[in-house]
């Protein structure tokens, strides 16, 4: 595992989640190498799905940037070492009625 403890930058998960985030993350770190972020990410994705249902997303990597839209209660970024990883459960956006975005616009 990457030598440090996890510092978290954001959630609005409920403790017991976030706890299960950063174990989870622990464990898979010792299971992969740093470099392999795509089956990191898969890894922790896959359990969350299995855990509580399908929907969540995880990136991780040393440098990205993101703005994702998430269900209250399923969003943590936090960084283990120089190692940065986002789970956040996605959310669609409500529906916007196209005409009603043009409002002010001339043609």
């Known amino acids: 595992m990457l030598e440090g403890k996890a510092v978290i930058g954001?959630?609005?998960m409920l403790q017991t989640m976030q706890d299960e985030a950063l174990q989870l993350a622990a464990k898979t770190l010792d299971f992969f190498d740093v470099?392999?972020?795509?089956?990191?990410?898969?890894?922790?994705k896959q359990e969350f799905d299995r855990m509580y249902g399908g929907g969540w997303q995880c990136i991780v990597g040393t440098d990205f940037g993101s703005f994702v839209t998430h269900c209250y209660g399923s969003f943590i970024h936090f960084s283990i070492g120089n190692l940065s990883i986002l789970l956040f459960r996605g959310s669609a956006a409500p529906?916007?009625?196209?005409?009603?975005?043009?409002?002010?616009?001339?043609?």
Do not use: K, N, Q, Y
């Open 10 to 12: 954001e959630t609005d």
């Open 35 to 44: 470099t392999e972020a795509t089956d990191i990410a898969r890894a922790i």
């Open 95 to 107: 529906e916007i009625d196209e005409f009603s975005s043009l409002e002010g616009v001339e043609a």
